[in-house]
T-cell receptor, first 113, second 114 residues
Framework: AQSVTQPDIHITVSEGASLELRCNYS??????LFWYVQSPGQGLQLLLK??????LVQGIKGFEAEFKRSQSSFNLRKPSVHWSDAAEYFC???????????FGAGTILRVKS | DVKVTQSSRYLVKRTGEKVFLECVQD?????MFWYRQDPGLGLRLIYF???????EKGDIPEGYSVSREKKERFSLILESASTNQTSMYLC?????????????FGPGTRLTVT
């Protein structure tokens, strides 16, 4: 079965510092990969997605992610974090059984001023 | 823009009550999903539906049922609520025929069962 691992439960970075959130997946074919963000008390918003082409994908809010097939990774990066980026971030892979996504456990990002 | 709405943001129910969580999407999507979100466990799929009156079990269907009588509405039912069903419930939808598999989420319902 497909799976997603987000090794870091919590990450704290200083405002203005760079950020990298890790995501490793297990998938038998070429995956569709996603990063979602959840602000406190809100639903999930799509940051970016990868399904083919350039392995470096750009998303909203200044985020980017790089697909590395050899490492089964899809890490999320941002060069300079803002206080408003404090949220929980979820990596997801699919499709599973034609229709579903499998989500990681999430990484909570705290931003200190 | 796709809009997915959920009937309540916060809900408090008593053990043994029957609970209905409603989800409505306005983009004519065929597929709809119900997830449960718990700290450290991420999102776990309860049920999904790929068409009206069709439903499929997800990873944790026990204690839940669903109803999809109209394309835009997908309801999650807790037949007899228990304290271990206290959680955040998220609804999502996506269209068929577009091979990106991106799902669009509602704002969530935080359910507390006392």
């Amino acid at each position: 079965a497909q799976s997603v691992t987000q090794p870091d439960i919590h990450i704290t970075v200083s405002e203005g510092a760079s950020l990298e959130l890790r995501c490793n997946y297990s998938y038998g074919a070429t995956p569709y990969l996603f990063w979602y963000v959840q602000s406190p008390g809100q639903g999930l918003q799509l940051l970016l997605k990868y399904f083919s082409g350039d392995t470096l994908v750009q998303g909203i809010k200044g985020f980017e992610a790089e697909f590395k097939r050899s490492q089964s990774s899809f890490n999320l990066r941002k060069p300079s974090v803002h206080w408003s980026d404090a949220a929980e971030y979820f990596c997801a892979v699919g499709p599973e059984e034609g229709n579903k996504l499998v989500f990681g456990a999430g990484t909570i990002l705290r931003v200190k001023s | 823009d796709v809009k997915v709405t959920q009937s309540s943001r916060y809900l408090v129910k008593r053990t043994g009550e029957k609970v209905f969580l409603e989800c409505v999407q306005d983009m004519d999507h065929e597929n709809m999903f119900w997830y449960r979100q718990d700290p450290g466990l991420g999102l776990r799929l309860i049920y999904f539906s790929y068409d009206v009156k069709m439903k499929e079990k997800g990873d944790i269907p026990e204690g839940y049922s669903v109803s999809r009588e109209k394309k835009e509405r997908f309801s999650l039912i807790l037949e007899s609520a228990s304290t271990n069903q206290t959680s955040m419930y998220l609804c999502a939808s996506r269209p068929s025929g577009r091979a990106t598999y991106e799902q669009y989420f509602g704002p969530g319902t935080r359910l507390t069962v006392t």
